[in-house]
């Protein structure tokens, strides 16, 4: 398809400075495509997890979504399969705001079925990529892509995901960043799971009530009416 698009770099996009480690890992051109406003308003909150989702994640990235949008936060995903999906139906569905992170440039779609949910989005939200027309996509292309989403990302939930799946490199960009991520209490408990354990070393944080998300989030970001 043929998109019309602009472009922008993350300092702008954010409309402030960057830290030292924003700059380094910021990629140089950012290509948008939506009405949603420049800079960015916030607050931004990242809803990922796994493709192959269970029906119980998905109900729980359902529920997370609706209390976040109901207190005015952003919910920025990647448009993939499973929680992804659900974040930004539920966003849209019920009034809210959305933010699609895609591992692609904007004129190509991933996963296929996705089309229209894509061109939704890019008519009245936004969607993002760091990755030009006419770019061939490699897998790494969407590990890049999971490092922007924690860049422009408040905080970041990783709702359900295994030992393998892609949520876990925006984890640790998240750490890295020094923002806030949460685990959802049923991957938390999950004995078969490494990885939990691992992020909770480093200051990643169970989550048990989708409010707590709220009140992390930095003091630089205007609280919601839950708050005020």
């Not at 976040?68 to 992804?84: C, E, F, M």
């Amino acid at each position: 398809m043929e998109i019309k698009y602009s472009t922008i770099d993350l300092k702008s996009l954010l409309g402030r400075p960057l830290n030292d480690i924003e700059e380094k890992y910021a990629p140089e051109i950012i290509y948008y495509k939506g009405p949603m406003e420049v800079p960015l308003p916030c607050a931004r909150v990242s809803i990922i997890g796994s493709r192959n989702a269970s029906k119980k994640g998905l109900l729980e990235a359902e529920e997370i979504t609706k209390i976040l949008i109901k207190n005015r936060a952003i919910i920025v995903s990647g448009l993939a399969k499973g929680i992804d999906t659900m974040a930004h139906q539920t966003a849209m569905k019920h009034g809210g705001r959305t933010i699609a992170v895609i591992g692609t440039p904007l004129d190509k779609v991933y996963p296929k079925e996705n089309l229209k949910l894509q061109e939704e989005i890019m008519k009245n939200h936004l969607v993002i990529s760091q990755y030009l027309v006419g770019h061939k996509t490699t897998p790494k292309d969407f590990v890049l892509r999971n490092r922007t989403m924690a860049l422009i990302s408040d905080a970041s939930v990783i709702v359900e995901a295994g030992e393998t799946s892609g949520s876990l490199y925006q984890g640790w960009e998240t750490l890295r960043l020094g923002r806030p991520l949460f685990i959802c209490k049923a991957v938390v408990s999950d004995s078969e799971l490494e990885w939990p354990k691992k992020m909770m070393e480093y200051g990643a944080m169970e989550l048990d009530e989708p409010a707590d998300i709220l009140e992390d989030l930095s003091s630089n970001v205007k609280m919601p009416e839950l708050f005020q």
